[in-house]
């Protein structure tokens, strides 16, 4: 584990699992933590991969006051961490909010990007509009920020009983709501930073392969957005995991790893 110095001498904190094989990052979501990819860095562990996490501002071990937690931040970060780290080639997997993050990254790294992989991510738009009809009304995110200014513990125990739609238990639940406690309101600016976010752009000038994860139950990212993202892909595959939801790495897990080794094998 390690820590990386960003403006001001805030930190963002890391971990570099060592691997011979190509490096892989991971990008968790919006209020989690790098602990969320635990069983997913073993599982690419155990193919020889070197696995990197970390925290997003504001979110688990890093620090809480940064004054800039938008996603470009957030891209910004994950390209330092890889100039830190000495990679020369690396895929991106972001989850949730973080796909939105390893696009931006995926963008500024060029060709040091081997592949892009979105977890139910949040690209290429989080929220609809008359020429995007999928995900949600920037309203309702407005609402969810200003409601967790008034009650975070409720509204955060609540989004953690409904990320996943097939049955993961009390356990798994709690779980990710003391992960999501660890968050401060210095998160949430990313999250309303990704109401207004569109990456169409982006998206078809992504030269690297990309792998599209969906969960055809998802209540956060539903799978029109994952479609979007691969109609708009030059060099894209989609894959949905019938009856699953927001986090198909819990869920599916045995399938969930399986689809993602076959897609970062060809890259080595």
């Not at 990052?25 to 562990?45: E, F, K, N």
Request: aromatic content about 8%; glycine content about 10%.
């Amino acid at each position: 584990m390690g820590y990386l110095e960003r403006e001001g001498g805030r930190r963002i904190y890391y971990e570099d699992h060592a691997g011979s094989g190509l490096p892989v990052l991971l990008i968790h979501g919006w209020a989690m933590s790098g602990r969320v990819w635990d069983a997913t860095m073993v599982a690419l562990r155990a193919k020889g991969h070197r696995v990197v996490t970390f925290d997003q501002r504001g979110c688990g071990l890093s620090d809480k006051d940064f004054h800039d937690s938008r996603i470009a931040a957030s891209g910004a970060d994950t390209v330092a961490l890889c100039d830190a780290l000495g990679l020369t080639r690396v895929v991106l997997n972001g989850w949730s909010l973080g796909g939105a993050v390893a696009v931006d990254a995926a963008i500024r790294l060029k060709e040091r990007c081997a592949g892009v992989v979105l977890t139910c991510g949040a690209s290429p738009r989080y929220t609809r509009t008359d020429d995007f009809p999928h995900g949600g009304a920037v309203s309702d995110v407005a609402g969810t920020v200003a409601a967790l200014a008034r009650d975070r513990a409720t509204v955060l125990r609540g989004v953690a009983q409904i990320v996943c739609a097939k049955p993961v238990g009390a356990a798994v639940e709690d779980w990710m709501w003391s992960i999501f406690m660890q968050s401060t309101p210095c998160a949430d600016a990313s999250l309303t930073d990704l109401a207004h976010l569109d990456q169409r752009a982006e998206l078809a000038a992504l030269n690297a392969p990309v792998l599209v994860i969906t969960g055809s139950a998802d209540a956060f990212t539903p799978p029109g957005i994952g479609e979007a993202a691969a109609a708009l892909a030059p060099r894209s595959s989609l894959v949905c995991f019938e009856g699953s939801g927001h986090a198909p790495f819990l869920e599916d897990f045995d399938a969930y790893t399986t689809a993602l080794n076959a897609f970062i094998s060809p890259l080595a």
